[in-house]
């Protein structure tokens, strides 16, 4: 069964700090994992995209990593903006083709 | 625009209607999803489908019955609304499922369908 952890549950930061958000995962067959942000009463919008053979992606300031070994992936946003404000979601997606979702971190950035 | 759209944007119902909600995408995907949004934000999968062939059917109550004229099109039926029905409901939808390519994997998300079962 694919499990999908995202600690923490909520984050707070200050207007300019750095933001880490943490997703662990326990299929080792992972095909590739996917971080989305969600606002509140959207949809996902999706970020990045990491391959099951890749070890990242950037895309401006976000930064997500993949360590397949220890079933981790960390999505690093540098500089944060009150507009980061959001939920974040990781999804991963194994060979059975379906997304197995965690339940999000909610970040908040104080200006 | 390209995107993936879902109709209707709210829905509120009594208990023992039967209801469908939309989905239309126009983004040239093979591969269209239901997915479930619960009260506490879980989301989680309940059909697929590839070119108008269902590949995927989670544990999901047979009240529910997805229907795929085309494949740019996958809408979402549901009988005998109950309760626990109530959710928000996200369509989605991606290149077919194995095919290479580091973007072709990447599902795109409706802005979802608040269903309320009163």
């Known amino acids: 069964k694919q499990e999908v952890t995202q600690i923490p549950a909520a984050l707070s930061v200050p207007e300019g700090e750095n933001l880490v958000l943490n997703c662990s995962f326990t299929?080792?067959?992972?095909?590739?994992l996917q971080w989305f942000r969600q606002d509140p009463g959207k949809g996902l919008t999706s970020l990045l995209l990491?391959?099951?053979?890749?070890r990242e992606q950037t895309s401006g300031r976000l930064n997500a990593s993949l360590d397949k070994s220890s079933g981790r992936s960390t999505l690093y946003i540098a500089a944060s903006q009150p507009g980061d404000s959001a939920t974040y979601l990781c999804?991963?997606?194994?060979?059975?083709?379906?997304?197995?979702f965690g339940a999000g971190t909610t970040v908040t950035v104080r200006a | 625009d390209t995107a993936v759209s879902q109709t209707p944007k709210y829905l509120v119902t009594q208990m023992g209607n039967d209801k469908s909600i939309k989905c239309e995408q126009n983004?040239?995907?093979?591969?269209m999803y239901w997915y479930k949004q619960d009260s506490k934000k879980f989301l989680k999968i309940m059909f697929s489908?590839?070119?108008?062939?269902?590949?995927i059917n989670e544990t999901v109550p047979n009240r529910f019955s997805p229907k795929s004229p085309d494949k740019a099109h996958l809408n979402l039926h549901i009988n005998s609304l109950e309760l626990g029905d109530s959710a928000v409901y996200f369509c989605?939808?991606?290149?077919?499922?194995?095919?290479?390519?580091?973007?072709?994997?990447?599902?795109?998300f409706g802005p979802g369908t608040r269903l309320t079962v009163l």
């Open positions: 989605a939808s991606s290149q077919r499922p194995g095919t290479s390519g580091s973007s072709y994997n990447e599902q795109f």
């Open positions: 299929d080792s067959a992972i095909y590739n």
């Open positions: 990491i391959q099951s053979s890749q």
């Open positions: 999804a991963q997606r194994s060979n059975d083709y379906k997304l197995s």
């Open positions: 983004l040239g995907h093979d591969t």
């Open positions: 489908y590839n070119n108008k062939e269902l590949i």
